[in-house]
């Protein structure tokens, strides 16, 4: 599975020697990331149905035949759980099973979108797995006392996101869940201000400390709301999706024999098709973005090395 993405890792550099492979966070993220831009069940189908027409055949996109059939398989799972199949709203069709309704995400969270919410909340998830995959290989590759910062960083936002998730899902009282991040960003401030570089200037550690708060404070925040776009786009498609099912609608309305389901037929063949390429461009470009940008910055990930290719007779 996770060889599938591997031409994805290419894209961007492949690790040096001693470097984490980033392949299987990309394979999981970006599937996820690809399937709620798209949204959409019923396009879901049509990728599966493509990778299976691209296999057996060889150049261009037939050597992606499997990954594009694991996009559209998790195309049409979260499409389910977004409610929408070629356009239509399922959570108000009265043939969908109310128990397949119930695992919809729909409605509001604290005034905003669900489905958006969701979106900031795995970005969240997304950036935090960055910080611990960064801690970890900065403790194999430099050791501790060079990577003190980084722990302290990483306890401060993990440590406190855990904390907060704890506190909303009621696990821990709201009182409890202040002395427990009071007590983690204190034991955090001793490896972000003082310790971040054993046997140097306390002043000079200091200062670093306070611009590194300030590039990561302004850095995360931009970080975590472009997520969105993964609520965005889904939305900005089933929107289109259904514009094209209103006017196939109107048309075959007409009243013009022949005219009316020959049009209604047409115009949902190719307003779907369009939509389907366009939400394909816009899946695969901000979901690698997302991968790129947020996930390898956040996890120290260089990706200066090249692909290894043994020797062939």
């Known amino acids: 599975f996770t060889s599938m993405f591997s031409t994805l890792t290419g894209m961007y550099g492949m690790p040096v020697y001693g470097e984490f492979d980033p392949t ?14 798209m949204g959409d069940a019923g396009y879901g189908i049509m990728l599966i149905i493509i990778g299976l027409l691209l296999k057996g055949k060889k150049g261009g996109l037939a050597n992606l ?13 979260v499409g389910i759980i977004m409610g929408a199949f070629f356009g239509v709203d399922l959570t108000a069709q009265s043939w969908v099973p109310e128990g397949l309704k119930s695992c ?6 604290a005034g905003y979108s669900a489905q958006m919410v969701c979106a900031l909340g795995i970005g969240v998830v997304h950036i935090c797995l960055a910080l611990i995959v960064k801690a970890v290989n900065s403790l194999k ?9 980084t722990i302290g960083w990483t306890l401060l936002i993990v440590g406190t996101v ?18 427990i991040i009071i007590g983690i960003a204190s034991v955090s401030a001793l490896g972000i201000y003082i310790f971040n570089k054993p046997g140097r200037n306390p002043l000079i550690n200091i200062g670093s400390g306070l611009w590194d708060t300030y590039n ?6 931009g970080d975590v709301l472009s997520y969105i776009r993964l609520y965005a786009l ?13 006017i196939a609608e109107m048309v075959k309305g007409c009243g013009v024999p022949g005219l009316d389901w020959a049009g209604f037929i047409l115009i949902l063949l190719l307003g779907h ?41």
């Open 24 to 37: 299987p966070f990309l394979s999981i993220f970006f599937l996820l990331f690809f399937a709620m831009c």
């Open 65 to 77: 035949y499997g990954l594009i059939i694991a996009l559209g398989v998790g195309t049409f799972i």
């Open 104 to 109: 919809m995400v729909t409605g509001e969270i």
């Open 141 to 149: 590759r430099s050791g501790f006392k060079e990577s003190i910062s």
């Open 162 to 179: 855990i904390v907060l998730a704890f506190a909303i899902f009621g696990a821990v009282s709201e009182s409890t869940a202040k002395w």
């Open 216 to 221: 990561m404070a302004s850095g995360l925040m």
């Open 234 to 246: 889904g939305l900005s498609g089933g929107m289109l999706g259904s514009t094209f099912n209103s």
């Open 273 to 313: 098709a369009i939509n389907l390429a366009m939400s394909c461009l816009g899946a695969f470009v901000h979901p690698l973005r997302l991968n790129f940008v947020e996930f390898f910055k956040n996890s120290g990930y260089e990706g200066k090395g090249k692909d290894y290719k043994p020797l062939k007779y």
